[in-house]
C-alpha cells in the first residue's frame, strides 16, 4: 500500500484552467472521498493521480515517488469507474484475469489470485458465468475484482454506484467500506452523492470549480463547515440559510429575533444565519413557521414553509397533524446554529458566553 500525496496540482485544456493549484495529503491505508458538484474537476484529479491525463503543473506522488512522467500501467493503481464495462464474451473468471494475463502472470497464479479476490467479494458461486447472466449489483463487483487481483497499491474510484438503483447502492456502499478494512488499502474515491461521502470517508475533500473549499473528517465538515459552500453542500436536506444581522445578542431578520450561541463580535454586520433542518425543534417559542408542505416519511416528518417570508425546512422525529396554511411553533437548537459572514461566506467563530 502507499500514501498519495497531491502537491499544487494543476491542469488546463489550452487555455481552459479546470484545476487551480491543489493539496491533498491521503496517507497509506486511508479513504478519501472527493466531492463537489458536477464539472469541478474531480475525474479530472483522480484521472491525473491514475496518469490518464497529463499534469499541467504541480506533482503527484505515490508511495513517496513523484509519478508524473511514469506511465499509467507502472503506477501500481486499478481504476474502478462508473461504467464498468465488462467483456461479454468472457465468464466472470475471465474478466477478472484478463489484466493478470496482460501483464504476464502465470496461470497458477493468476488462479490464485481470482479465487481470493471472488471469495472476498463473494463471486465464488459466479465465476462461470456470463456478464448478461448477473445482475447490476453482481457486475459492479465484478469490476471490483477486477481491480482487486491486480493488487494494486492505489484503488481510484469514480462514481462507480452511481448507474446502480438506491437500495442496491446502499448495500455496495457497505461492501466498498468492508473491503476496504479488510484489504487496508488506500482509495481514492469520486461522487457527487454527500451522503455517499458521509458515510463512507475518514477524510473528505469538498471541491468546486477546480479549488478546494474544506477537507476534514465527515462530521468535521457537518459540525463546522468552513463557509456557504461547504455548509449548504454537505447535509441532506441542505441547511436552512437566512439572511439578516446580529443585535444585541440576538440575530435579527425582519421582524423576528433568533438565538444564537453565546457573544458574537459582529454587531450590526450582515451575517447568514445557517440552521440544519434536523437542529430545530418543535416548541412553543417566538418563531412561527407557516406549512407550504409536510412530508410525513414514517420515521420522520419533513416540513417545508416560511417564517415571515423566510423559506424553512425543518425536519422532526414527531408525528405532526397540522395541514398546510398552519403554522408551528419552532425553535432553532441554539448549540447548533452557524454564522457567516455575509460578504465573504467565511465562517464566523461565536465565543461561549
Ligand atoms: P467532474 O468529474 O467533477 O464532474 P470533470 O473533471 O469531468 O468534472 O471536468 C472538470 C472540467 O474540465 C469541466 O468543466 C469539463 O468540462 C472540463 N473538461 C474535462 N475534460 C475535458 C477535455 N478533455 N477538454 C476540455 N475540457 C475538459
Ligand atoms: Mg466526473
Known amino acids: 500500500m502507499a500514501s498519495v500525496v497531491i502537491s499544487d496540482v494543476r491542469k488546463s485544456y489550452g487555455s481552459l484552467g479546470v484545476i487551480h493549484g491543489l493539496n491533498v495529503d491521503v496517507e497509506d491505508g486511508e479513504f478519501v ?42 503506477r501500481n493503481i486499478a481504476m474502478v469507474f462508473q461504467n464498468y464495462a465488462l467483456y461479454p464474451h468472457m465468464t466472470v473468471a475471465k474478466n477478472m484475469e484478463f489484466a493478470l494475463r496482460l501483464a504476464g502472470v502465470a496461470r497458477a497464479q493468476r488462479n490464485a489470485r481470482v479465487r481470493r479476490a471472488a471469495d472476498i467479494l463473494g463471486l465464488t458461486p459466479l465465476l462461470d458465468r456470463y456478464p448478461r447472466q448477473l445482475s447490476g449489483g453482481q457486475r459492479q463487483r465484478v469490476a471490483m475484482g477486477r481491480a482487486i487481483v491486480r493488487a494494486p497499491q492505489v484503488f481510484l474510484f469514480d462514481e462507480p454506484l452511481s448507474n446502480l438503483d438506491a437500495k442496491l447502492r446502499i448495500q455496495m456502499r457497505a461492501e466498498i467500506k468492508s473491503l476496504h478494512q479488510r484489504l487496508r488499502a488506500t482509495m481514492i474515491y469520486v ?43 454537505i447535509g441532506s436536506p441542505s441547511m436552512n440559510f437566512v439572511e439578516g444581522q446580529i443585535e444585541g445578542g440576538d440575530f435579527v431578520t425582519g421582524a423576528t429575533r433568533w438565538p444564537i450561541p453565546g457573544r458574537v463580535e459582529h454587531n450590526n454586520e450582515a451575517v447568514i444565519y445557517g440552521i440544519r433542518p434536523e437542529h430545530i425543534a418543535l416548541r412553543p417559542g417566538r418563531l412561527q413557521l407557516k406549512i407550504d408542505l409536510l412530508e410525513p416519511t414514517g420515521s420522520e416528518t419533513q416540513v417545508y414553509g416560511s417564517i415571515e417570508g423566510i423559506p424553512l425546512a425543518g425536519v422532526f422525529r414527531e408525528r405532526i397533524s397540522a395541514r398546510s396554511g398552519e403554522c408551528l411553533s419552532i425553535e432553532p437548537e441554539v448549540t447548533h446554529v452557524h454564522l457567516f459572514d455575509k460578504r465573504t461566506g467565511r465562517r464566523l467563530d461565536t465565543q461561549s458566553a
Open 33 to 74: 472521498i472527493l466531492v463537489g458538484p458536477s464539472g469541478c474537476g474531480k475525474s479530472t484529479l483522480l484521472r491525473m493521480v491514475a496518469g490518464l491525463e497529463e499534469i499541467t503543473g504541480g506533482e503527484i506522488l505515490i508511495g513517496g515517488k513523484v509519478v508524473n512522467e511514469i506511465a499509467p500501467k507502472n
Open 191 to 233: 461522487t457527487h452523492d454527500q451522503i455517499e461521502a458521509m458515510t463512507m470517508a475518514d477524510k473528505i475533500v469538498v471541491m468546486n470549480a477546480g479549488k478546494i473549499e474544506q477537507i476534514g473528517s465527515p462530521l468535521e465538515l457537518y459540525d463546522r463547515p468552513i463557509n456557504l459552500f461547504v455548509a449548504g453542500f
